[in-house]
Structure formats: C-alpha cells, structure tokens
Nanobody
Framework: EVQLVESGGGLVQAGGSLTLSCAAS????????IGWFRRAPGKEREGVSC????????YYSDSVKGRFTISSDNARNTVYLQMNSLKPEDTDVYYC???????????????????????WGQGTQVTVSS
C-alpha cells in the first residue's frame, strides 16, 4: 500500500522558516517523482515544487523560486521542502504527492499531471503570520 505521510507544518512569523517532510512507503522511491502542492479553501491548487529521485531534476513554481528548496533522502524514502523567507501568502494546506516518472519528462511531470496524480498525503497546515 502506497503511503505518503507529511509532517513539519505549523505557525511561523513572516520571514521565518519551516521544513516539511514527506515519508513515502509502498513503492520504489527511485521510480517516482515526489513533490508538494498547496491549496487553501476557495483557492486553486498550486504545484509548489517536486523532485525526481531517478535523475534529481527539480521544479519550483515562480512564487517560491529562490525561497524554497526541495531535496530527497533516498535511503530514508523521504522528501524535504525547506521553506525560507516565508510570506503570509504562503499560508496554505501543503500536500505531498507522488507519481511514476515519465521517460519524456523531468520532475515537472508531477505538476503537469495535476489532478491525475494518483498518490496524495493527508496534508499539513502552514500558517504564516504578518
């Protein structure tokens, strides 16, 4: 059974940092792209960042580029999202998601898949106060 378990959300002041973790199990880690989406109630889902464990390619949305860093620990089957210089507009529920690597695409494949991504975590709340 595929499982994605997020942790690390919380409340932080603007300018602060948080690190989200996504522990994956039930599939071959190096055959998947894993990443993060976010969506607050009433808002569109946004693909934030993802990483392909097979080639270490990464993707960042323009809204987080330069502030967030994604990494993976293949030995622990865990993906991390280091979030620095947080802004109130980063407040959202963050979801870990995973899909098989596509041979014709880099890590951005996960973002292209969007709603068709088959595996999702339960979500973790990130709140940034001003």
């Amino acid at each position: 059974e595929v499982q994605l378990v997020e942790s690390g959300g919380g409340l932080v002041q603007a300018g602060g940092s948080l690190t989200l973790s996504c522990a994956a199990s039930g599939f071959s880690f190096d055959e998947y792209v894993i990443g993060w989406f976010r969506r607050a109630p009433g808002k569109e889902r946004e693909g934030v960042s993802c990483i392909s464990a097979s080639d270490n390619s990464t993707y960042y949305s323009d809204s987080v580029k330069g502030r967030f860093t994604i990494s993976s620990d293949n030995a622990r089957n865990t993906v991390y999202l280091q979030m620095n210089s947080l802004k109130p507009e980063d407040t959202d529920v963050y979801y870990c998601a995973a899909d098989r690597v596509h041979p014709a695409y880099d890590a951005s494949w996960l973002i292209l898949r969007g709603a068709f991504v088959p595996y999702w975590g339960q979500g973790t709340q990130v709140t940034v106060s001003s």
